[in-house]
T-cell receptor, first 115, second 115 residues
Framework: DVKVTQSSRYLVKRTGEKVFLECVQDMDHENMFWYRQDPGLGLRLIYFSYDVKMKEKGDIPEGYSVSREKKERFSLILESASTNQTSMYLC??????????????FGPGTRLLVL | KQEVTQIPAALSVPEGENLVLNCSFTDSAIYNLQWFRQDPGKGLTSLLLIQSSQREQTSGRLNASLDKSSGRSTLYIAASQPGDSATYLCAVRYDRGSTLGRLYFGRGTQLTVWP
């Protein structure tokens, strides 16, 4: 089974702190994604990566950056956390393969609270 | 902009009822459509994936249909059970020929099945 893990389930940080959210997948997937999920807004794509050291902005990249130094690991960085970044963060991965095998596999999520 | 809409936003039913959850999308040139399930505070689990050339997919008590021309998909849940209580998300993929597999999500239908 595909496994996507996220470093923390719950995280509490202070405004202005630098925050790292880590995501690791064990299926050698090329594509990895970071979403945030907020009530009433659904899932919104922050950044994605289709290869090591490659990254692309999603719909809401402001205030975030990402790092992908190894294929299995995709990190989301909040350079200076703000209260409006309090949210549920979900990581996903998918293989290059198209069709039914091209589904995305999600991690359990990190619930971040910025005080 | 590709928009995905889910109706209703919330649904509460007694055990045993047959349910229909709706998903509509603005651009009919989809590659495939997926239904996910999300339990509270957890990540997403893929339930069914329908390719654009297919009309429906079935898995156990779940049946998903796709009508590209009208921009609609329905998820039918037969003989609902309390364990079906979760949020159901619809996601559309448009990038035919791309290996990225970016998904566009609806905001979900929160289902509660009471005994």
């Amino acid at each position: 089974d595909v496994k996507v893990t996220q470093s923390s389930r719950y995280l509490v940080k202070r405004t202005g702190e630098k925050v790292f959210l880590e995501c690791v997948q064990d299926m050698d997937h090329e594509n990895m994604f970071w979403y945030r999920q907020d009530p009433g807004l659904g899932l919104r794509l922050i950044y994605f990566s289709y290869d090591v050291k490659m990254k692309e902005k999603g719909d809401i990249p402001e205030g975030y950056s990402v790092s992908r130094e190894k294929k299995e690991r995709f990190s989301l960085i909040l350079e200076s956390a703000s209260t409006n970044q309090t949210s549920m963060y979900l990581c996903a991965s998918s293989p290059y393969l198209t069709g039914a095998k091209g589904t995305q596999y999600f991690g359990p999520g990190t619930r971040l609270l910025v005080l | 902009k590709q928009e995905v809409t889910q109706i209703p936003a919330a649904l509460s039913v007694p055990e045993g009822e047959n349910l229909v959850l709706n998903c509509s999308f603005t651009d009919s040139a989809i590659y495939n459509l997926q239904w996910f399930r999300q339990d509270p505070g957890k990540g997403l689990t893929s339930l069914l994936l329908i390719q654009s050339s297919q009309r429906e997919q079935t898995s156990g008590r779940l049946n998903a249909s796709l009508d590209k021309s009208s921009g609609r998909s329905t998820l039918y849940i037969a003989a609902s059970q309390p364990g079906d209580s979760a949020t159901y998300l619809c996601a559309v993929r448009y990038d035919r020929g791309s290996t990225l597999g970016r998904l566009y999500f609806g905001r979900g239908t929160q289902l509660t099945v009471w005994p």
